[in-house]
């Protein structure tokens, strides 16, 4: 199967302050790529779909401007939280879908905690 | 209204033993996928096993299987022979169409914890 990978793994960072997540899929070109948020013990929330070179499609609640997401190319996504404060503190999670593929190939997640 | 339902948020199950995570789904689409990921404690999630909603035989993947019921609306988990490295979250999702490139829907997840 495809590899996806996400870096950082973790984040600590203080209130107001950007923070940028990146996704690649490392063997495949990706033909859509997902954006989650994960809260502790709950289940994982879609946040919004990116596609390379178009505009990132936002799940009702989720604030553009706040989530900013740069699909550049077919194995690249980075979701970016700006002005983070500590109630965007969650677990990030990415996903990638392939032509021929069923599934969608998770990355491992990045542990964001605002200060 | 709830697109997917996992009614167990935990379970247990003595090693060896087989076990039975529960998963409802609602759809109006005569195409979908159902999927189950598993993920332990380090967040990663594991891709297990996928029906598609025109199959018409249940799907298996080593000892997992989906006991997929179109008209019940249930696509069950079955784990076969459990070990202790089952234990994890294990989540139903679904996906409404045929592209991949549809967003997936995910339960609330069930909490499997296998006992030696």
């Known amino acids: 199967g495809a590899v996806v990978s996400q870096h950082p793994s973790w984040v600590i960072c203080k209130s107001g302050t950007s923070v940028k997540i990146e996704c690649r899929s490392l063997?495949?070109?990706?033909?859509?790529m997902f954006w989650y948020r994960q809260f502790p013990k709950q289940s994982l929330m879609l946040m919004a779909t990116?596609?390379?070179?178009?505009?990132?499609?936002?799940e009702q609640g989720v604030e553009k401007d706040k989530f900013l997401i740069n699909h550049a190319s077919l194995t690249l996504s980075t979701l970016t939280v700006t002005s983070a404060h500590p109630e965007d503190s969650s677990f990030y999670i990415c996903?990638?879908?392939?032509?021929?593929?069923?599934?969608?190939?998770f990355g491992p997640g990045t542990r964001l905690t605002v200060l | 209204a709830q697109k997917i339902t996992q009614t167990q948020p935990g379970m247990f199950v003595q090693e060896k033993e087989a076990v039975t995570l529960d998963c409802t789904y609602d759809t109006s689409d005569p195409s979908y996928g159902l999927f189950w990921y598993k993920q332990p404690s380090s967040g990663e999630m594991i891709f297990l096993i996928y029906q598609g909603s025109y199959d018409q035989q249940n799907a298996t993947e080593g000892r997992y299987s989906l006991n997929f019921q179109k008209a019940r609306k249930s696509a069950n988990l079955v784990i076969s022979a459990s070990q202790l490295g089952d234990s994890a979250m294990y989540f139903c999702a679904m996906r409404e169409g045929i592209s991949s490139a549809r967003q997936l829907t995910f339960g609330s997840g069930t909490q499997l914890t296998v006992l030696p």
């Open positions: 990116s596609n390379e070179g178009s505009k990132a499609t936002y």
């Open positions: 996903s990638a879908a392939f032509q021929g593929y069923n599934e969608q190939f």
């Open positions: 063997d495949f070109q990706a033909t859509t």
